[in-house]
């Protein structure tokens, strides 16, 4: 029973983390259809500049520990926000007519020359994230969870509260959905798309750059090429709670993790040792097959009328 | 009409010329300036992707021994050659290397060093084979690859049926684990390095309770190491890389693992100390070879590659050797020709970096040290030292 639950916080901590980026995916493609495959690359970014700033400023000793990681994850956020906006403006704006795969390769392309700048900043090598928060294990009923896991599930959920909030109950939310319905008609109702996707990318790119930072400081390091994995899996989240929902991001994150989580724990009992936890991914994109087979759209579907 | 026939004749004279001088720059070898042989050799390690501090390693150790093998002024055969390192990046993937591996044939090197892992060394190691040019690789450990009878393939490092042998008696006999996990990264080097480890505890009377797998991506394993915490190990064994058993070892932490943590050469470098910090205390990790400082040329060598590199990371001096180990062989030969120096390479003995070096009728290096080592106070310290024997002299 403690090993079910431990696998359970296991799969809640990487679903939370998967949640958070897979919002950006679905944002994006739900209101220019456009699958944004940079994004991961965001998330690298995110973690690199938080590290970057605190490798800077904590050797000096005079910046109390506190300030410097609120000054880390601020200008992270803050970089990654910069980044988005010129993103869309760069890349995505001048081919908003073009055919949608046009746009795709773009976004590819747009991957490729973030992951190769990073890797001129930063680097071949991992770079560690300081060790500035110190970990603290609480045990509950024989499963261990850490105060750094605490942080980032609880952190991650009040973000996602944010962001209904804001796509519900905002002047921006309401934008954002009309213009997901139709550009032309929120423009000819007083609503300015241009601003409105910007917008869409810019709070994709804050939620990215806080799951990089989660990433790199709960797992100790950040990497150049990061991103690709975590924008991947993060995408088959945002697929499988049904693209272009927001909902159905979150619940398409967290529910990955948990089953990559049980899966890789008990597929190897379950099967009685034929299958090992080598198929750990395999299992989670079979379950993603799975669910596209029966319900294409997704588990909460796409929503169109509503997405944001 | 008469004008298409023209265009015709014109471009089958072009295309002629091209093919001419293309033979011509193949047959005809090419000189520098004041006349010296341009013997161009082949390394290939991962310059890109998470393994690429490792493979920098590599081509700098490899580039070191060429720029004094240069400075020092080689003559083969009464001509004074100038060697040229050609390095490829083969990203630590099979299919890339075997891509590469056919560049750097096409490009006419006369030998390669290399590959950095395992599994792109053997894929690799066919197409060498089969341009008859030697293949010395610094660190690839995989049984395999000098398994398949290609006279081509040789390397200065141990290979991991004793690493594996040494680590899984240690484990068992010295550090009192009756019951042990094993966990490997699919990769030619991890798999074959777990399986040789496997082998060793159930010989040496330990229970094997897990055996998990990863790949060598991924950064999390806590669902893994929670399926093994339920097993209740004495020691964790983990065959891969430092990128994955650094946040391997801190993840055992977080989840109260308390079994003793153990890793092959791919864990004992500088590089795993940083990524884990405080999770590195008290790990233990074995690497083919003596230790640095244990080395005949070790301090020399870190001396000249500090000044010019900055650190060793971890196969660098394996690399420097590998490319002495070659001109060697030409000088032994007096020749660049890969057929005529293959046939001298199992033949060499000199003074290497990392001990006396020669090779066995497989291509292995010969004699062969294991040290394992255990992180004290964020330093790799020495255990113990196992030879498995001398050198025989020739």
Redesign the interface.
Known sequence: MD?FL??IV??L??GSIYALIALGYTMVYGILELINFAHGEVTMIGGMVCIAILQALLPAGSVPLLVALALGVGGAILVCMLLGLAIERVAYRPLRRAPRLTALITAIGVSIVLQNTA?LIWG???V?FP?VIE?K?Y?FVGA?I?N??ITIVLLALLLMLALLVLVYRTRLGRAMRATAQSPDLAALMGVNPNSVIAATFIIGAALAAVAGIM?SAY???A?Y??GF?LGLKAFSAAVLGGIGNVAGAMLGGILLGLV???????I?PLTGGFL???Y??VFAFFVLILVLVFRPSGLLGERVGERA | MYSKYLNHALMAVLITAAVLTACGKKNEAAKTASGELIVKIGQVSPLTGPQSHLGKDNDNGARLAIDEANARGVTLGGQKVKFVLLSEDDQADPKTATIVAQKLVDAGVKGVVGHLNSGASIPASKIYFDAGIPQISPSATAIKYTDQGFKTAFRTMTNDRQQGRVVGEFMVKKMGGKRVAIIDDRTAYGQGLADEVEKAVKASGGELVAREYTSDKVMDFSAILTSIKGKNPDVLFFGGMDPQGAPMAKQMRSLGLKARFLGGDGLQTPEFLKLASAAAEGVTASSPGLPIDGMPGGKVFREKFNAKYGVIQNYAPYAYDAVTAMITAMEKAGSAEPAKYLVELPNIRFAGVTGEIGFDTKGDVLGGAITLYRVKAGKWEVVETVVSGSVPKK
């Open positions: 090993i431990q696998q296991n799969g901590v990487l890797m071949k090598q991992y560690s060790d970990i294990r045990e261990h850490t750094l896991q990433v797992y100790g390091l990497h090429y990061m994995l990559e989580s049980l899966g890789a724990g008990y190897g090992g936890s080598n750990q991914d």
